[in-house]
C-alpha cells in the first residue's frame, strides 16, 4: 500500500511539474493586450464565424468577444485568405510594442 501511494506521489508532483511551466508567455502579450487591443484573424466560416458591419458574429465571435473582455480588451477583426493570415503570423510580424 505505500509503495502505490509513493508512486501516486510522484505521479501527481512530476504532473504539476510538467503542467506549471506550459504555457508560457515570455514576451508579455497577454499583459500587453490587457485594457488593450486583441487583434484577431479571421476567415468566414458561417455558421461558426459570421463576417458583419460591426464585427463578427457567431459562436466563435462570442466566444473571442468574451475572452477579450475578461482581459478588459476590444476586439479588432482582421478578415483575410489563411494564406494571408499565415503570413502575418511568421515570427517576424508576431511582435508587440507598445502605442502600436
Known amino acids: 500500500m505505500k509503495a502505490w501511494l509513493l508512486c501516486g ?3 501527481v508532483s512530476a504532473w504539476y511539474g510538467a503542467v506549471e511551466r506550459f504555457p ?6 497577454l499583459q500587453a493586450v490587457r485594457g488593450a ?8 466560416a458561417p455558421p461558426w464565424l459570421v463576417r458583419t458591419d ?7 465571435a462570442r466566444l473571442i468577444e468574451a ?25 517576424s510580424a508576431c511582435t508587440s510594442s507598445p502605442g502600436a
Open 9 to 11: 506521489a510522484v505521479a
Open 37 to 44: 487591443v486583441l487583434e484577431v484573424g479571421a476567415i468566414e
Open 24 to 29: 508560457r508567455d515570455p514576451e508579455g502579450t
Open 67 to 91: 475572452f477579450a473582455q475578461s482581459l478588459g480588451a476590444r476586439v479588432h477583426w482582421r478578415w483575410a485568405s489563411e494564406s494571408r493570415l499565415f503570413e502575418a503570423a511568421a515570427p
Open 54 to 60: 460591426d464585427g463578427a458574429s457567431g459562436p466563435e
